[in-house]
């Protein structure tokens, strides 16, 4: 815990500076607004789900083994159509960004500990720089790809947006150290 001590203003920086970041990305900058299409009879679609509870729904879905194995799923499954639905309530943007900033302080302190094990005292700035933004890149980078690759939605602009915030701590690590 003495990482925490030694390094908590590299570590509140990062935070506020990559949650600064996510913001712009997702609230100024248009690369994301490519990541979701419009449903054909998109009225037909809404009007469907009134009434849908929030949550995360698979069409068609199993519920079971037993029942994904059974013939009758398999056709369905097969016929098709496969489909994820995010059914969601109206955001709580202030709880929201709470989260976000949480999230930010819970992996840049993770990010801080391995790289005060990889880089003791006396470090070269560029060392330090390379292994920190080399953690961040791995880890916002590759957050979401599983779910990307299962579930087929655009990757390529959560990976950028990634990159991005890696390269961004790996500079405030190296300059605050």
Request: charged share 15%.
């Amino acid at each position: 815990m003495e990482f925490l001590i030694d390094h908590w203003l590299p570590i509140l920086l990062s935070t506020v500076a990559l949650w600064l970041a996510s913001f712009v990305a997702w609230a100024v900058m248009p690369h994301h607004f490519g990541d979701h299409r419009k449903l054909p009879d998109e009225d037909r679609v809404r009007k469907a789900l009134e009434g849908v509870p929030g949550g995360n729904y698979m069409v068609p879905y199993a519920g079971s083994g037993a029942v994904q194995r059974s013939k009758e799923y398999m056709e369905r499954y097969a016929t098709g159509p496969r489909a994820t639905v995010n059914v969601y309530a109206m955001p709580n943007m202030g709880a929201n960004m709470g989260l976000t900033i949480g999230y930010f302080l819970v992996t840049v302190i993770g990010i801080a500990y391995v790289t005060s094990l990889a880089c003791p005292p006396g470090t070269s700035t560029m060392h330090l720089f390379r292994v920190s933004a080399t953690i961040g890149v791995l880890t916002y980078a590759t957050s979401g790809v599983l779910h990307r690759i299962w579930f087929k939605a655009r990757i390529w602009t959560d990976l950028l947006d990634g990159v991005v915030y890696g390269l961004i701590l790996g500079g405030i690590f190296a300059a605050l150290w």
